[in-house]
């Protein structure tokens, strides 16, 4: 961070203490700090693969009109994953796809993503569906496209430390909630964990994803 070359404000949060909950409990109280255009939310195991970033992803965004999130990485209806996000060592691209222009998709990860101001002050996080640490990224692409706003992956060069492979209980709860939430306006949710029929039981699309999840990683191990 200390060599980008554009100013830049930064928020960091310590949960080491317990204070928050969720994530969405952390991101709604910490983001109202931000004084920027943009609000940009991030793990802490994620390097910035430029100097430039924060300068060029500012112009990317100011190109995108009616935008409600952009991130790192996402998924669409095509049912790929789109990322310039490499992890491992050695460094290996993430998703199939890797872009050079924003492509509009369904939700994004939780990786990396950024919030205009405008729309963060109008959509927060919800903390009762992610009352935990899993698909707040999802959610809230799910909300901003249901006030009518886009949902962008954009070409971000990162590196993230942490594969992020996490099925746990807590993951599911919020997903049974975040199914609930929007079944109305999308049968099937596309995740960069699995896609997720809101009108199937979870249990058994919970044993078939997992499956499929796993044996993709061990796949990409040779």
């Known amino acids: 961070m200390n060599n980008q070359t554009t100013d830049y404000e930064l928020i960091l949060i310590d949960n080491t203490q317990k204070k928050f909950k969720s994530a969405a409990e952390a991101f709604n109280q910490e983001g109202k700090k931000a004084k920027g255009k943009y ?46 996000i490499k992890e ?20 994004l990860d939780e990786c990396l993503f950024i919030i205009p101001r405008n729309v ?17 990224a999802v959610d809230y692409s799910l909300s901003v496209n249901e006030e009518g706003l886009d949902v962008y992956v954009v070409p971000a060069p990162i590196y993230h430390k942490s594969a992020g492979e996490s099925f746990s209980k807590e993951y599911y709860g919020i997903l049974k909630k975040l199914l609930n939430k929007h079944k109305k306006n999308y049968k099937i949710v596309y995740t960069t964990m699995g896609n997720w029929d809101s009108e199937y039981p979870l249990i058994i699309q919970k044993i078939f994803q997992r499956s499929i999840f796993y044996w993709t990683k061990f796949k990409k191990k040779f």
């Open 39 to 84: 609000i940009i939310f991030t793990h802490q195991d994620v390097d910035l693969c430029s100097n430039t970033f924060l300068n060029d992803l500012e112009l990317i965004l100011d190109s995108i009109s009616n935008l409600g999130i952009a991130g790192a990485a996402g998924k669409s209806k095509e049912k790929v994953i789109i990322s310039n």
């Open 88 to 107: 491992g060592i050695p460094p290996k691209f993430s998703g199939k796809i890797q872009i050079d222009t924003p492509v509009k998709v369904q939700t």
């Open 120 to 136: 963060f002050d109008m959509v927060q996080f919800d903390e009762k569906v992610c009352n935990g640490w899993h698909l707040y």
